[in-house]
């Protein structure tokens, strides 16, 4: 079963503007991953939060971790066509040597 | 994707044949996962390997067997192929069980009829 669960399953916006994915989870964890996938394609990793951090950057993303909450966001600013794919969060629960991934949210971004 | 590669890409097969997908990487690295991947339930993970010959279940592995001879490759067999089967699998290689991401290949599209 899914550890982690994006909401919303689907998110339209237009270009330029923000997009804010959110992922929950069940126990705890080393660290949660984000990861996007383009149409037809493999999946690409984005971003790496552990659990000792609570907000990272890369470019325009921005992932925030409440432990508290077993919750995470992505926010992607300033958002382009090519952003238009599904994004994926994964966790590495503690204990366990394997990686379990959410059902995604599906982001177009309309130019 | 760099390193990762996937064959075969397209996959057509009748039910209760024997199935092999193959996983080959160049970047030497330790653990090799195989998820599948559906609507609605995300990638779930159906075998990996820690090691040449080390192998262990994931949550989806039944009617699914790995085999793991060498560092670079990663086989998943479906023993007997069911349409309950035709799905995307996707193969993905990391160094670490902790704290770096995994490189996914581009997936193979399997269908059973």
């Known amino acids: 079963s899914q550890q982690g669960e994006e909401d919303p399953q689907a998110l339209s916006i237009q270009e330029g503007e923000n997009a804010t994915m959110n992922c929950s989870y069940k126990?705890?964890?080393?660290?949660l991953q984000w990861y996007r996938q383009n149409s037809g394609r493999g999946l690409v990793h984005l971003i790496l939060?552990?659990?000792?951090?609570r907000e990272k950057h890369s470019g325009r993303l921005r992932v925030t971790l409440d432990t508290s909450k077993k919750s995470s966001s992505l926010l992607i600013t300033a958002s382009r066509a090519a952003d238009t794919a599904s994004y994926f969060c994964?966790?590495?629960?503690?204990?366990?040597?394997?990686?379990?991934f959410g059902t995604g949210t599906k982001l177009q971004v309309i130019p | 994707d760099a390193g990762i590669t996937q064959s075969p890409r397209h996959k057509v097969t009748e039910t209760g044949t024997p199935v092999t997908l193959r996983c080959h990487q160049t970047?030497?690295?330790?653990?090799m996962y195989w998820y599948r991947q559906d609507p609605g339930h995300g990638l779930r993970l159906i075998h990996y390997?820690?090691?040449?010959?080390?192998?262990d279940k994931g949550e989806v592995s039944d009617g699914y067997s790995v085999s793991r001879s060498k560092t670079e490759d990663f086989l998943l067999t479906l023993e007997s192929a069911t349409s309950s089967q035709t799905s995307v699998y996707f193969c993905?290689?990391?160094?670490?069980?902790?704290?770096?991401?995994?490189?996914f290949g581009s997936g193979t599209r399997l269908t059973v009829v």
């Open positions: 939060i552990r659990s000792n951090e």
């Open positions: 390997s820690y090691g040449v010959k080390d192998t």
């Open positions: 970047e030497n690295h330790r653990y």
């Open positions: 993905a290689i990391s160094e670490s069980t902790q704290g770096i991401g995994y490189t």
């Open positions: 994964a966790t590495d629960a503690r204990g366990y040597q394997k990686v379990t």
């Open positions: 126990t705890s964890i080393n660290n």
